[in-house]
C-alpha cells in the first residue's frame, strides 16, 4: 500500500520529514512492512489522525514497535490486543515473562494554554493571508497573553518582508525572524511553504522551551511531577494483571518538552533528596516521602522507561532509563529485558543490569 499522502499530511508542520523523500520513503515501507505483520491497527491509527501532535505520539509508538521487534526472542507482539476492555498498547512474552506496556508522550502542560491561544490567534488573524504557508514558533517564557494582538498585528503588515525557510539546521531553520518588546526577544518565527500551495498561513511547529540564547531554562519541578502523575494514573488502568515472577507491567514514556528529564525523574518518583546526618552524626543523602512510587502508589506497574526527547522516528537503536519501582526490586532483577540497551535506575544509585 501507498502511505505517503498520510505521512506528508499528518506530518505536515515536521519539515524534517515531509521534506525529505528518504524519510518519507523509509517510513512507507515502515508502514507497510507493519501492515504486513499484523499491526493493521497501529497503522491506522497513525493514518487516521490529521491532527500533527497527535499523529507524532503514534509514530512514537510505531518506533517501540519497531525497537521491541529487534528482539529475537520476542515472541506474541500484540498491539492493543482485542481480548481486554481497556488494552495496554503492547502485549508480548519475553523467555515465558508476560509483559503489559503502556507507550505515553509526556507533554509540558503548563505551556499548553500558551500553544493553545498561539493556535487561536494564529488562525484568526492568518488564515485568509495569500501565502501558501506554515508559521513555526519558539516563544519566550516570558510573552504574556496581553502581547498576542501587538504580535499578530505586526505579523499582518510585516508579512511581505519575510521568505521561507531555505535549510532546517536549526529548530526553526533558517531564515527565521524575531519579535522583541522592551529589546527583550519574546517569539522567534519561520515559514515554511505548504505542498498543495493552498492560501492561508496557518500554525505549525510551536516550541515552549529554552531561552533567547538557546541555554534551557530549568524545569519546572512541580508541573513535571503532576504532568508524570497524571500519565501513571491514566497508564495503570490499562496495566491491571498483578505484578509477578511471570508478570511484568511497564510505561514507557518520552519527554516531549522536559529536556533533561532524566535528571528530575528520580526525585519525582523516589521522592527529594535532602542532605541530613545519621546517627554518628556524619552527613547523609535521604529522599523525602514524596515520591510517586511509594508503597501501595502506582505498584501496579514493575517501573517507568524514560526515553529522552531526542529520540525520533528514524533512530536505530534504543535509548532510555528504566527507573524500578521499588516495592518490585527483587522480581525485576528476575525478568528479562525487553530492550537490551536500557539502563536501569533505582532509588540509590544508577547502574545497568
Same mark, same amino acid.
Given at each position: 500500500?501507498?502511505?505517503?499522502?498520510?505521512?506528508?499530511?499528518?506530518?505536515?508542520?515536521?519539515? +524534517?520529514?515531509?521534506?525529505?523523500?528518504?524519510?518519507?520513503?523509509?517510513?512507507?515501507?515502515? $508502514?507497510?512492512? $507493519?501492515?504486513?505483520?499484523?499491526?493493521?491497527?497501529?497503522?491506522?491509527?497513525?493514518?487516521?489522525?490529521?491532527?500533527?501532535?497527535?499523529?507524532?505520539?503514534?509514530?512514537?509508538?510505531?518506533?517501540?514497535?519497531q525497537m521491541l521487534r529487534r528482539n529475537?526472542?520476542?515472541?506474541? $507482539?500484540?498491539?492493543?490486543? *482485542?481480548?481486554?476492555?481497556?488494552?495496554?498498547?503492547?502485549?508480548?512474552?519475553?523467555? +515465558?515473562?508476560?509483559?503489559?506496556?503502556?507507550?505515553?508522550?509526556?507533554?509540558?502542560?503548563?505551556n499548553e494554554q500558551t500553544k493553545f491561544l498561539f493556535e487561536r490567534e494564529c488562525r484568526r488573524h492568518l488564515s485568509d493571508?495569500?501565502? *501558501?504557508?506554515?508559521?513555526?514558533?519558539?516563544?519566550?517564557?516570558h510573552f504574556m497573553p496581553q502581547h498576542l494582538n501587538s504580535f499578530f498585528a505586526y505579523l499582518k503588515r510585516s508579512v511581505d518582508q519575510f521568505s521561507c525557510v531555505t535549510t532546517l539546521?536549526?529548530?526553526?531553520?533558517?531564515?527565521?525572524?524575531?519579535?522583541?518588546?522592551?529589546?527583550?526577544?519574546?517569539?522567534?518565527?519561520?515559514f515554511t511553504e505548504k505542498r498543495d500551495k493552498e492560501p492561508g498561513i496557518f500554525p505549525g511547529v510551536i516550541? $515552549?522551551?529554552?531561552?533567547?540564547?538557546?541555554?534551557?531554562?530549568?524545569?519546572?519541578?512541580?508541573?513535571?511531577?503532576?504532568?508524570?502523575?497524571?500519565?501513571?494514573r491514566k497508564s495503570r488502568k490499562s496495566l491491571t494483571r498483578p505484578v509477578s515472577s511471570m508478570q511484568a507491567n511497564l510505561l514507557v514514556m518520552q519527554s516531549v518538552h522536559f529536556l533533561f528529564s532524566d535528571k528530575t525523574m528520580i526525585d519525582a518518583l523516589y521522592g527529594d533528596e535532602v542532605i541530613g546526618f545519621s546517627k554518628n552524626k556524619a552527613p547523609k543523602s535521604f529522599r523525602k516521602p514524596n515520591g510517586l512510587f511509594r *508503597?501501595?502508589?502506582?505498584?501496579?506497574?514493575?517501573?517507568l522507561i524514560l526515553v529522552p526527547s531526542q529520540v525520533w522516528a528514524f533512530s536505530e537503536r534504543f535509548e532510555g532509563d528504566y527507573f524500578v519501582h521499588p516495592s518490585h526490586i527483587q522480581i525485576i532483577q528476575c525478568h528479562p529485558k525487553p530492550f537490551h540497551e536500557m539502563m536501569f535506575v533505582c532509588p540509590k544509585a544508577s547502574y545497568q543490569i
Open positions: 500500500m501507498d502511505f505517503r499522502s498520510n505521512i506528508l499530511t499528518n506530518l505536515r508542520i515536521y519539515p +524534517g520529514i515531509v521534506e525529505n523523500p528518504d524519510c518519507v520513503e523509509t517510513l512507507n515501507d515502515v $508502514l507497510n512492512q $507493519l501492515s504486513t505483520l499484523g499491526f493493521v491497527h497501529l497503522v491506522q491509527n497513525f493514518c487516521t489522525q490529521p491532527d500533527p501532535e497527535r499523529a507524532r505520539d503514534f509514530l512514537f509508538e510505531i518506533w517501540v514497535c529475537q526472542d520476542m515472541q506474541d $507482539l500484540q498491539y492493543e490486543p *482485542p481480548e481486554s476492555k481497556k488494552p495496554p498498547d503492547f502485549r508480548f512474552r519475553l523467555h +515465558g515473562v508476560n509483559f503489559d506496556m503502556q507507550v505515553k508522550r509526556l507533554h509540558n502542560v503548563t493571508m495569500p501565502k *501558501p504557508w506554515f508559521i513555526n514558533f519558539w516563544v519566550s517564557d539546521k536549526t529548530l526553526l531553520g533558517e531564515p527565521q525572524y524575531s519579535w522583541k518588546q522592551n529589546d527583550e526577544t519574546l517569539v522567534q518565527f519561520s516550541s $515552549l522551551m529554552g531561552t533567547e540564547s538557546d541555554l534551557l531554562g530549568p524545569i519546572d519541578t512541580a508541573a513535571f511531577r503532576r504532568s508524570v502523575e497524571r500519565l501513571l *508503597p501501595n502508589k502506582f505498584s501496579n506497574m514493575c517501573g
